[in-house]
Every structure is written in C-alpha cells, then in structure tokens.
C-alpha cells in the first residue's frame, strides 16, 4: 500500500503537467484564435502566419487583401498586429493599409522603421534615414510618392512643404501620395482639395486613383464622393480591387449592378448619409 502510494505521489505531478499541456493551444492555432474571422479567408492561415520566413507570413496578407480588399470590421486589429511583425516589409504593409481604411497609427503604436517600396528602409529614430527619404520625396518621379507618404505616415512634419510641392507632379499616384501626406501631417484642407481634383482626373484611364480618392473622401466625411465611385462601377469590373467591394465595406449594403447601388443611394443612401430627402 505504501508502495502504491509513493508511485501514485510520483506519478501525480506528471498528470496535471499533462492535463494541462492537453489544454494549451499549440503555437500554430494561436493566431487563428485571435483572429479567426481572417482565418476563414486564407488557407492554412495558422501555419503560414507562425512561420520564420517573412515572404511567407507576407503572401498571407498579400492573398487575404487582393480579391477583398478592404474590411473595415475584421482587418484593423489584424493590421494593427502586424505593426510589431519582425519584417520591416511587412509593418509597412500594415502600417500603409491602415491608412487606407482611414485609421491613423499613434505615436506610440509606429513601427521604427519600415521597408518603403523603391525606397528601402525608413527608421524614423535616424536622422541620416529620415533625412534621405526627405531628398528622395524631393522628386516628382514615383519615388517621390513613395518617399513621401512614408514620411507621412511616420509623422514627419517637416515634410509638409515636400507634399505641397507634390501636388504639381504629372504623376498621378505622386499627386494622390501628397495629398494623403498633408492630410496626415495636419493640412488638411490643402489635401481635401487635392483629393476632390483627383477625382475628376482626366488622365487616370484605369480610374483606380479616382477610386482611391473618393473612398477616402468619404471616410473623411464627404459621403457625396460615393458618385465618383459608382461613376467608375464598371471601369473598374474587370480589377479585382473593383468598385463593389469598396462600396460593400463602406455601407454595409450589397447589389449586383451599378444601377441597383444608384436606387439605393436615390432611394435610402442620400437620406442616411446626406440628411437628403428626409
């Protein structure tokens, strides 16, 4: 009896430890249990999102936004998670995405530093870096656009006069990249009235910067720019990032044609929105 008792009191830890174990989560299942809406969207999510390659981690959010390219209810605190992801590519992407659903990062919650497209890397605690994005947001090129908004998303308020200058670029995505900047950096009319020229621009054949900017009017408060959107409804059918989904995300309605999404905003939208007809 003795004997038994001792094995018993011996064996005794190892089974809580067991127990236990049999409860924890393995590491892979940890980030489809916090997110597990974004789960549903991407195959093997858990598996990839746990891997130590960051191309991997990074085709995971590169699928997940390509054919739904914006949620507003389940991306951001996704996103806002990525901002502390040890690829610099990656907290880029976050960080850039963020700002497109309208959500502006904190002081506090920035990355150090982030890989900018065309750019490389932008740390905003060296003065060296900061000041090399600075001579690069000086052109009118595509690498000033990019230079640019970067340094308008690590709050670099210097670089206001930079995206001012922008505004005369020839290149349309350099002319969008400046107006978001200055919005961020706090000149906000300046990239309102940026934003609502974009909207009519004559040479954006693919209409995908016109589409960009009355979206993001809209989340600034403009709703009427919703027309721009269904204007390039069908220019836009044939993109993956097309007009329906942008709409889908910002209204929570659904229909199939660009007539059906003018009915509606005759009908409900401009009441709901604009105080029209009420």
């Not at 806002?80 to 700002?99: E, G, V």
């Not at 990249?177 to 000149?187: K, Q, Y």
């Not at 940026?194 to 993001?216: K, M, Q, V």
């Not at 390039?232 to 059906?260: H, K, M, Q, V, W």
Request: with cysteine.
């Amino acid at each position: 009896m003795i004997q038994q008792r001792t094995l018993i009191s011996l064996l005794m830890p190892l089974v809580i430890c067991c127990a236990s174990c049999s409860k924890t989560e393995p590491k892979s299942m940890q980030h489809g249990h916090v997110h597990p809406e974004i789960a549903k969207y991407v195959r093997h999510y858990d598996s990839r999102m746990s891997s130590s390659i960051p191309e991997v981690r990074l085709k995971v959010l590169t699928e997940l936004t390509y054919f739904h390219q914006r949620d507003s209810k389940f991306y951001p605190s996704f996103l806002q998670l990525l901002l502390n992801d040890p690829s610099p590519a990656i907290r880029w992407q976050a960080l850039a995405r963020l700002d497109e659903h309208g959500i502006t990062v904190s002081d506090t919650d920035l990355p150090v530093s982030v890989a900018v497209p065309m750019g490389g890397l932008l740390d905003r605690t060296s003065q060296d870096s900061i000041q090399r994005f600075r001579k690069q947001a000086a052109s009118m090129e595509p690498e000033g656009g990019w230079a640019v908004r970067a340094l308008g998303l690590m709050h670099d308020t210097q670089s206001r006069a930079l995206a001012l200058s922008l505004l005369e670029s020839d290149n349309l995505f350099v002319r969008y990249s400046a107006a978001c900047t200055l919005i961020n950096l706090g000149e906000v009319e300046h990239g309102l009235q940026a934003l609502r020229s974009i909207t009519t621009a004559a040479d954006d054949d693919s209409g995908c910067y016109r589409l960009c900017a009355a979206e993001r009017l809209w989340r600034l408060g403009e709703k009427e720019h919703i027309e721009v959107i269904f204007d390039l409804y069908e220019t836009r059918a044939s993109y993956a990032d097309g007009a329906d989904g942008i709409l889908e995300d910002l209204t929570g309605e659904y229909f199939i044609t660009e007539n059906e999404w003018r009915q509606w905003w005759n009908d409900t939208g401009k009441a709901k929105y604009l105080g029209i007809g009420r």
